[in-house]
């Protein structure tokens, strides 16, 4: 049994219903969706003790540090996509690239390299980003919502499939870096399935931010230890990986600040689908592919592939943290009427090329531009979704990048550096919107989502998964809006993902039931065995909302609600 002390009260057990992790739950008071079922109950004790759902969400993005933590983390960043007392808001905790990055700085080196290495660790936004939701949204401060995350790392959690899974499949690169090694690797293995691991580390160090505060990590003495581990990456003697230094310094944390932005919104199916904007390119790519579906006479699963095919063109082409994205145009009604005249009964060449956001819209021009390949992207990150008695409600990505981020721990620190800088495209690539720059914020591909009817949530939802992030969204609402399934229908669904690229990657299962109907319109389809990880809130009125996460896959998810519904 998990026990939370919060803001020094004292201690209410987990509700015995709760104790076994289940994908889909109903009631009121509140709701909860994360991978992890530590999470959950952490961000739904917080909402049953009078947090609001900004409170849980920080708290329980806090805890998937230490259960997830080759997904997420206090040195990671992400997206969070809120609505609060009518409006939505959301904040760019978005990682940065150091001051000394340039336009070549990855340039020639492979990207497996890369991963491993100091020179992929951005300047970590997700405390920065945590301490702006709670001042702004919250009622809680950082130091108490980080108490349940202090407990987990400090008494342990137990581990799954997963966890031993990943940790497997990393075990030659944390073998090379000693810090990594000790934390992740005792006896020189994985952690067998079914142990408690602890992070005692982990737990000192959420322990010493919340009582320093975030500047401890913005300039302090953790930002300076975690500068000399970029700058110089405790390699494990005799390891012949080529660990590059990074360029990460002081005053780049210093200088780091999370960001309110605008979001992105288009009307759908009389709804409001509201998503981040650059640097994401989530809300950007989600909201032209539902602009372009809408827009056609009929929509399929064909349908759905090549819209999606074309909004990923014109991603790459577009959009980037730079100035000038044309993102009204993008999501403007006339522009995706003029891309959706090229999706016909077949499968268009590839690759597609982008389309011109340029405000005159009229036939069906030939696109006159080169399309851009779609870069790597790491394949995990996490998603929640928490909804609060009052009506906030919190869409939140958030990452570390690849799974096990760039695999250098902070020595004593227990804590993860993330890679997000493998992000931006390595180059040469003039024109790309998504080459590094100095301070600049690589391109990503979360998508946390609030859908509104009539100015009211009805929907959050959002996924890991690199750029299949987009797909699995759009797909899911898909499934939800157009193909009439339930919510947990629409994400226990088989997934299917076309990025502009030579060939769709799909699960088994929807090869198994999709796949000569598709080829047979000259889609080319490959098996990718799992594509995404999602939550999802829907609102059913009444104060009555349903919290679903997947069934099954990367071992099933956790829904909790505050007062569960009779049956």
Known sequence: MIRLILAGTLIVPIHPVEQEKVPVQEGYGGAVATVDHDASKAAVEILRRGGNAIDAAVAAGAVLGVTEPYSAGAAGGGFMVIYQRGRVHTIDGRETAPAAMTSSSLEGIPFEEAVTSGLSAGVPGAVAQWELALRRFGTMKLRDALR????????????????HSQTAANAARFRDIASTAKLYLPGGQPPPVGSVFRNPELADTYRQLARRGPQWLYGGQLGREIVATVKNPPVTPGATRNVRPGLMEVGDLRDYRALLREPTRVDYKGLQVYGMAPPSSGG????????????????????YLEASRLAFADRGKYVGDLP???????????????????????AMAHPAAPGSPDGSYSGCPAPAETATPVADEGPETTHLVVADRWGTVVAYNLTIESTGGNGIVVPGRGLLLNNELTDFT????????????????????MAPTIVLDE??????????????????VLQILLNRYEFGMSLPEALAAPRATQRNTEQTQ?????????RASLEALGHKLVLN?????????EFLGRGRVQAVAEPTRRG???????RPARP
């Open 148 to 163: 349940p995350a202090i407990e987990v790392a400090e008494k342990g959690f137990v581990v799954d499939q997963t966890f």
């Open 284 to 303: 950007s790519t989600v909201g032209e592919a539902l602009n372009i579906v809408e827009a056609l006479p009929k929509v399929g699963l064909h349908e």
């Open 324 to 346: 000038g994205v044309p993102l009204r145009e993008l999501l403007s009604d006339g522009f995706a009427k003029e891309r959706s005249c090229l999706i016909g009964e077949r």
């Open 426 to 445: 390595f180059g040469p690539a003039p024109g790309d919107p998504n080459l590094p720059g100095p301070g600049k914020r690589p391109r990503s591909s």
């Open 455 to 472: 100015g009211r949530p009805v929907l959050a939802v959002g996924s890991p998964g690199g750029s299949t992030i987009i797909t699995t």
């Open 506 to 514: 799909a699960e088994q299962a929807f090869l198994d039931q999709h």
């Open 529 to 537: 065995p799992e594509i995404g990880a999602a939550t999802a809130l």
């Open 556 to 562: 099933g998810g956790s829904a909790l609600v505050v």
